[in-house]
Each structure stands twice: as C-alpha cells, then as structure tokens.
C-alpha cells in the first residue's frame, strides 16, 4: 500500500494538468458564496491542482487551498499565485480555529479513509464550521465502483484498495451513517454522473449545515 501523499504526489507529476472547474458550485452562488465576506474564512480542502479554488477566485473570493500533495500546491500555485495555501493531512487534523469557517469544500477528498478516521474527520469538519457555516462535499458513489476496474474488496464492504490506495464508496445510507441528521443539516442531496475526467465518475453531492 501507498501513502495517500506518495499517490497523490505521482498522480501529480503529470505535466497536463491544471485547473478546471465543472460548475457545481453555481447552484451556491447565490445563497451561500456571494454573500461571503474577504473576512470570512474559505477552505479548499483536498484542492488539488485548483479545479474549485480557480472557480472561487475568478469570482472574487480568496479562498486557502489545502491538499496533501506539496507537487498539486506546486502546480496550483503556478496558475493562482496569489492564493493562500497550506500542505496538510487532513487524518491529522485540521489547522483552523473551532468555529471559524464559514464555507469548507470537499469535493472528491474525504473518501480514503477507514472508517474509524472518516469519522474523525468528519468530527473536525464539524468542529471548525460556523454555526451559520456550509460544507460543500463530494463523494464517491457505491455506482463507481464498477468503473474502477480491479478493486480489491476489505472487510469494510463499503472501501476497497484500488491503485495501491483505499477508497471509501457512498450509498445514501452511508452518508447519512456518517453525515449524522442529529449533527447535520441537509440542504441538498444528489447522485449524478460527472464528466469533468476524461471517464466519467458516479457521486454524491451534498451540501450541510453543522447544527450547533
């Protein structure tokens, strides 16, 4: 098995890539991210090359952009620059204050974990949210793995080692398992086919309020 940073750092080195956006964040535009102010705290977490940090910036926001993978903030900084960043494991916690973000995205970025750190994680997104604060979270669909080709299955049937990492899948029943309705506010929920990799990729999409 690999590290998740060694994955990420080769799956990185590809000359190609750069930052490109789906549009998934629009329907957020409005209620949530417009009205965010340059004091209120932004997070990319899981960022990548940039694909929602670039879409943030080219309106008007100044979000920080974490990932684990120093070669992805590399690359991201070489198209946004000026953005603030940060290399973290977010399975070691998160750098923020309790209650000091106000919109945290997590698209494709918090489905490696077995359970017990999924949970933990969870419990630090929680933690660092806003009262009136929104996440903003992408998962892979329990409909994707068929697409993954050779997976090999654990005694978790819900996560799989694929490309030498492991992999967590979501039916809804799972996301609410982990995304708790005591906890959670759901504002929106949706599976759906993505088309922004060269496959296209089953997910769910969901958009919470923490209820404090």
């Known amino acids: 098995m690999k590290s998740l940073e060694q994955y990420w750092n080769e799956s990185y080195q590809r000359p190609d890539l750069k930052p490109t956006f789906d549009n ?31 879409y943030l910036v080219e309106h008007g926001l100044s979000p920080i952009a974490c990932d684990i993978s120093e070669v992805a903030i590399r690359t991201l900084k070489t198209f ?11 399975a070691e916690g998160l750098p923020f204050q309790k209650d000091s ?19 933990e994680v969870i419990r630090d997104l929680y933690n660092v949210l806003k009262t009136d604060g929104i996440l903003l979270c992408r998962l892979n669909s329990t409909n ?32 609410e398992r982990f995304f708790d309705k005591e906890m959670w506010t759901y504002l929106h929920i949706e599976e759906y086919e993505m088309d ?14 923490a209820r404090k």
């Not at 957020?28 to 417009?34: A, E, G, I, N, R």
């Not at 946004?80 to 977010?90: A, F, G, K, S």
């Not at 994707?144 to 694929?162: A, F």
């Open 144 to 175: 994707e793995i068929s697409n993954k080709g050779n997976v090999i299955p654990t005694i978790d049937r819900y996560l799989m080692e694929s490309e030498g990492i492991y992999r967590r899948f979501f039916d809804r029943e799972e996301i």
């Open 24 to 54: 998934w964040l629009d329907k957020y535009w409005q209620t949530h991210l417009s009205t965010a102010s340059n004091e209120d705290l932004i997070v990319d977490l899981g960022c990548g090359v940039g694909n929602n940090a670039k």
């Open 80 to 90: 946004l620059p000026d953005i603030q960043t940060l290399c973290l494991d977010m």
């Open 196 to 209: 922004r990799y060269t496959n296209k990729k089953m997910l769910w999409e969901i958009a919470l309020k």
């Open 101 to 119: 973000v106000q919109v945290l995205i997590a698209d494709l970025s918090i489905h490696y974990f077995d359970e017990t750190t999924t949970h």
